[in-house]
């Protein structure tokens, strides 16, 4: 599933060049072989040939007719989304409750963050890292910041939160973001 289709597209494509090869040369062995046949078995042969061509003509027209790649837009956008969520958040318990919406779980971490800080229990450089974090998932689920909070955020966010913002925003709807959060958070359980 991680090719999001490219394998697969390249694995029709290189089957359909075969199909068409195999009909093209059972041609050329007819034409070759037709004194060896009789009037009949030749016609019927090639007739027979001919319908396969037809039937093969048939389901190109078909592919053709939509998109022959069996990657979509969505699925590009999917695989950006998830570049963006995986750069963008290293905790996997602050995924978590992205995914699930869990706004006030998010807030009630950022006090037990604050209150380690204080004692010297969560050093400033991970705390800085999971506060950004828990700031742009309040952000991203609607809720309203403080001017500190804003602040911070911008005086700390980096390029991968910054393309994790620009990624989701392109996608337009939230549920998105958050399915793809989820599938995040499987793959850090693992």
């Known amino acids: 599933m991680a090719s999001r289709g490219t394998t697969e597209t390249s694995k029709l494509k290189q089957n359909l060049e075969e199909q068409l090869d195999r009909l093209m040369q059972q041609l050329q062995d007819l034409e070759e ?19 396969q061509l037809s039937e093969f003509n048939d389901s190109l027209k078909k ?12 699925g590009g956008m999917q695989l950006a989304i998830q570049a963006a969520i995986s750069q963008a958040f290293k905790t996997p318990e602050v995924i978590r409750m992205f995914a699930k919406k869990q706004p006030r779980q998010l807030r009630t971490r950022l006090a037990e963050m604050d209150r380690d800080l204080m004692v010297g229990k969560l050093a400033r450089d991970l705390y800085t890292q999971q506060k950004v974090e828990i700031l742009t998932a309040l952000r991203k689920l609607g809720e309203k910041l403080t001017g500190d909070d804003e602040m911070f955020l911008s005086a700390n966010a980096g390029t991968a939160l910054s393309q994790f913002e620009r990624v989701s925003a392109d996608l337009g709807s939230g549920d998105k973001v958050f399915a793809l959060a989820s599938v995040e958070v499987e793959k850090a359980k693992q």
């Open 63 to 74: 592919i053709m007719s939509g998109d022959m790649t069996l990657v979509d837009e969505l």
């Open 33 to 51: 072989c037709r004194e060896e046949l009789d009037a009949d078995e030749y016609e019927e042969t090639k007739k027979e040939t001919l319908e």
